[in-house]
């Protein structure tokens, strides 16, 4: 099921779900939620128009004044980030979901959108033509690295259980090499 980051984060904490994914690791989280292992790598990066200048390899994220950033409600990004959006440094839109900030990078109301990698072109394959997700690439550098987790809301019955037997699990995929596969065919639009 697929609903906003916020409402997912809301419904799991009250124990409506056992679980949202994927989250970074945050300690502020862990009296309603256990983290499972870490599920994989993630690196958001700022997605954009091929036509659109946006510094590659920024050193300073002051270099992108000027460019209509989109974000996520619900998204933690980074302190840094949300400083100098409330400074006025960064102009950022809000809205409710990924897919929406996609749309409006596509139509050039936006000239910027951090997202994790991976859920991006994931997002582009899914939701978009072939020729849309073209017109888009990324920059090398990332705004945030980290890793991915799970999070199982404590108010879940046998959260503990679920922990473990989704640490196992996610343990057996990593040896046997499946779960990069997965990523792999993920990011090729295979899925």
């Known amino acids: 099921l697929y609903v906003p980051w916020k409402r997912a984060m809301e419904t799991a904490r009250s124990g409506k779900y056992a679980a949202t994914s994927f989250w970074f690791y945050s300690q502020d989280r862990e009296a309603d939620f256990i983290h499972s292992d870490p599920v994989m790598n993630m690196k958001t990066v700022f997605f954009h128009l091929r036509t659109t200048p946006v510094p590659e390899d920024w050193s300073s994220l002051e270099q992108l004044r000027g460019f209509r950033i989109g974000a996520t409600r619900g998204y933690t990004y980074t302190k840094d980030f949300w400083e100098l959006a409330q400074q006025g440094t960064l102009q950022v839109d809000v809205v409710t979901d990924d897919e929406q900030n996609?749309?409006?990078?596509?139509?050039?109301?936006?000239?910027?959108?951090?997202?994790?990698?991976?859920?991006?072109?994931?997002?582009?394959?899914?939701?978009?033509?072939?020729?849309?997700?073209?017109?888009?690439?990324t920059t090398r550098r990332p705004l945030v690295t980290g890793s991915g987790y799970l999070l199982?809301?404590?108010?879940?019955?046998?959260?503990?259980?679920?922990?473990?037997?989704?640490?196992?699990?996610?343990?057996?995929?990593?040896?046997?090499?499946?779960?990069?596969?997965?990523?792999?065919?993920?990011?090729?639009?295979?899925y």
């Open 102 to 137: 996609m749309r409006k990078l596509l139509a050039g109301r936006i000239q910027a959108f951090p997202i994790d990698e991976l859920t991006g072109w994931d997002l582009l394959n899914r939701k978009f033509a072939p020729a849309q997700k073209d017109l888009l690439t």
């Open 152 to 190: 199982i809301s404590r108010k879940f019955p046998n959260a503990t259980q679920l922990a473990e037997k989704f640490n196992a699990g996610l343990k057996m995929l990593k040896d046997e090499g499946l779960l990069e596969h997965y990523q792999d065919d993920l990011i090729s639009g295979k």
